[in-house]
């Protein structure tokens, strides 16, 4: 079996190395060190400083982001939030639930998000923008710099999901003026899934953070970052997958972001290339490096499960009304070239016996 999936991914063989060992009792000094290594390495990778404050969630992406809106907002506030895809749904599925008001820019599958769409809202001074960096339901990469040049602009908070374009695009915090920086285990660090990262802007804490009560216990951010300062969680966090952090940390420390982000980019554009000679059809907003959504209308179910059955290889099927038209083809944990050309010869094969 074969993942082109984009969380979980194929894991490095010291990732499972470290899976199969038994865990060590974290309330010590050694597994202190261990967390302040990750805070350290985590900073140095996303252009962050080291006076912005990271929480280690031990939960899945959707916990992480639920939690950064309910330690950064309220309801007098109203947000702004970027819906592509059921990502984007997502914020403001949360939004609604804990009853802050929002508006969201809506695009239909195919739309690129440009700034007219963006300057629609200029005026209704949102306290901030919620926007998932890649809407990794469709692959569609946003404009980093058009998103922070909007929030500079309105003077608005910067949030940004970027669960599924870390490691794979460039996200640099300080650069763009990110407020809160969302990131998970499962997808380009190729860890198990279970922990999620929330980095906080100086500013964000000060203003937000250090001053919200949120209606939870488990979820207050405030609990993690005084306990983070002795190297600590407040509760039982996931031990294992924050020592395959660590090892995952210092490997790409070893070999640079840039040559990590560029080994994926490279993988992503020669499969394109080679998906567009094949006759498959890419659409044409832009893409993240994570993934390459690719249109099978109306058979991308069908190839999806024959891909898994017949060959062991298996795709990012997708949901809702988009389930007969794409699959997506990640390209983010332990895959090289010739996994793709396995998989782009039984993808065309299926499709022509169809
Ligand atoms: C994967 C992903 C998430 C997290 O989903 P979970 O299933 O809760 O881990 C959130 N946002 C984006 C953009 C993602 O790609």
Not at 157 to 169: E, K, P, S, T
Not at 341 to 351: D, V
């Amino acid at each position: 079996m074969k993942l082109f999936t984009v969380g979980p991914v194929e894991m490095y063989p010291e990732t499972l190395k470290l899976a199969s060992e038994q865990l060590p009792y974290f309330r010590t000094p050694e597994f202190s060190e261990v967390m302040f290594d990750n805070d350290r390495l985590l900073k140095q990778s996303m252009g962050v400083k080291q006076a912005d404050k990271t929480i280690f969630l031990t939960a899945s992406g959707t916990g992480a982001m639920e939690a950064t809106v309910m330690n950064c907002f309220s309801p007098q506030d109203r947000l702004l939030i970027i819906n592509g895809g059921s990502f984007g749904e997502r914020f403001s599925e949360i939004s609604r639930i804990h009853n802050i008001p929002y508006d969201e820019i809506k695009l239909e599958f195919g739309e690129t998000l440009t700034q007219e769409k963006m300057e629609v809202y200029s005026e209704c001074r949102h306290a901030g923008l919620l926007v998932n960096l890649h809407e990794t339901s469709t692959g569609q990469l946003y404009d980093i710099q058009m998103l922070s040049d909007y929030c500079k602009e309105h003077q608005m908070f910067l949030v940004v999901d970027a669960i599924g374009a870390c490691f794979a695009d460039t996200v640099d915090f300080a650069k763009y003026g990110i407020d809160v920086l969302i990131l998970s285990s499962q997808k380009a660090l190729a860890l198990s899934p279970g922990i999620s990262m929330v980095v906080i802007s100086e500013r964000m804490y000060k203003e937000r953070v250090s001053r919200i009560s949120p209606s939870s216990l488990y979820f207050d951010f405030k609990r993690y970052i005084v306990n983070l300062e002795r190297g600590q969680t407040p509760y039982t966090p996931a031990v294992g997958i924050l020592l395959e952090l660590q090892e995952r940390l210092h490997a790409i420390q070893e070999l640079g972001i840039e040559r990590v982000r560029k080994n994926i980019k490279i993988l992503a554009e020669r499969f394109r290339e080679k998906a567009i000679e094949k006759g498959f059809r890419i659409p044409n907003y832009p893409l993240s490096n994570a993934l390459t959504p690719v249109i099978l209308t109306p058979y991308a179910e069908i190839i999806y499960e024959r891909l898994k059955e017949e060959y062991g290889l298996v795709v990012t099927p997708s949901g809702g009304a988009l389930k007969d038209t794409l699959v997506r083809v990640g390209h983010l944990g332990n895959l090289e070239w010739s996994d793709y050309e396995e998989l782009l010869e039984n993808m065309k094969q299926i499709q022509e016996s169809l």
